[in-house]
């Protein structure tokens, strides 16, 4: 089953901090985790919240506030696309997560739609048949 971990909260060292390299020596240690085991299926870093944006779309009128939708303490950082055996594996790798120990790691799972294909196989689809 895939789950989506959700990383909140995790102030990351930038290039040229003194903590930079030991942070970037931790995260790729779960990455290569999460490739032994077979279950990573995608993962991104999203840049700052100072660089967000949203849109809301009310009575027709799009409406675009800089900054994240939420006013929160945990800002939402970043995420891994794994495909566990169950929930019990994804929590643990989300144990393992060094962000979790800084922040916060949210585990959900990835609902299946009846009729809704999924937007990464449309995507494919599409480049497959030349559109």
Known sequence: MQYLLLVY?????????????????RVNAFHAECRKRGVVLAWNVL????????VRVRDG????????????YEQFGGYYLLDCDG????LELAALCPMAQHGSVEVRPIAEVP???PAANIERAAVAEGD
């Not at 909260?9 to 020596?25: I, K, N, S, T």
């Open 9 to 25: 909260g995790c102030d990351r060292p930038e290039p040229g901090d003194p903590q930079f390299v030991e942070a970037l020596e």
């Open 47 to 54: 840049r700052t919240v100072d660089t967000a944006s949203t």
């Open 61 to 72: 009128c799009t409406l675009i506030t800089d900054g994240p939708f939420a006013e929160t």
């Open 87 to 90: 929930v019990d594996e994804a």
């Open 115 to 117: 009729g809704m294909q």
